[in-house]
């Protein structure tokens, strides 16, 4: 069975600093990566994806993520944190079914301090 | 605004009583998905929906619980004789299912608060 971990449930970085959020994954096949954000009171929004190809994936609002086979981690980056960063991130794997069933971590809550 | 829409965004209810949700899914989506959120927790899939027709459930949809998609569009979600377990966010999502890995598209939830 897929799984998602999360090593960090909060995450507190100065604003300019380096956002590291840490995803692992288990899978008996090669996944489909991605990683989420949900503001307060609103859904999900898709940051960015993994599916073949280049592992280095580049998403919006300057987040990117490298898919390394060899340790099973997803991480995400920021190089410089904005206050507006400030939300829950969900880093998640799909199921190789047909129907891409999602599999969701517990979430990392990242606080951006002034 | 063309994007996932859930109804009521809100509900507080009694124990002991049934609730409905909504969900408006993107309109060329084939793919329609719920999921229930609790607090600090990622959310967990219940139920899809290709066109019509539900193709998965999951362990945590109980008897009480029951999704429909009559004409492959919009969704329904009920829960009857609910129990403070219950509360939750429960999300809808969407998606086509033009190939592997396509991005689903969440609504912003109907939050569920059962007394």
């Known amino acids: 069975a897929q799984s998602v971990t999360q090593l960090g449930s909060h995450v507190s970085v100065s604003e300019g600093a380096l956002v590291l959020l840490r995803c692992n994954y288990s899978?008996?096949?090669?996944?489909?990566l991605f990683w989420y954000v949900q503001y307060p009171n609103q859904g999900l929004q898709l940051l960015l994806k993994?599916?073949?190809?280049?592992?280095l994936v580049k998403g919006i609002n300057g987040f990117e993520a490298e898919f390394k086979k060899s340790e099973t981690s997803f991480h995400l980056t920021k190089p410089s944190a904005h206050m507006s960063d400030a939300a829950e991130y969900f880093c998640a794997v799909t199921l190789k079914t047909s129907y891409d069933k999602v599999i969701f971590g517990p979430g990392t809550s990242l606080s951006v301090i002034p | 605004d063309t994007g996932v829409s859930q109804d009521p965004r809100h509900k507080i209810t009694k124990r002991g009583q049934n609730v409905t949700f909504r969900c408006d899914p993107i309109s060329e989506h084939n793919r329609l998905y719920w999921y229930r959120q609790t607090l600090g927790q990622g959310p967990e899939f219940l139920t899809y929906?290709?066109?019509?027709?539900?193709?998965?459930k999951s362990r945590l949809l109980s008897d009480r619980f029951s999704a429909e998609r009559p004409k492959g569009s919009f969704s329904t979600l009920e829960i009857q004789r609910t129990e403070q377990g219950d509360s939750a966010m429960y999300l809808c999502a969407s998606s086509h299912s033009r190939g592997r890995g396509d991005e689903q598209f969440f609504g912003p939830g109907t939050r569920l608060t059962v007394l």
């Open positions: 929906f290709q066109n019509e027709a539900q193709l998965e």
């Open positions: 993994y599916t073949t190809g280049a592992t």
């Open positions: 899978s008996s096949v090669p996944p489909y």
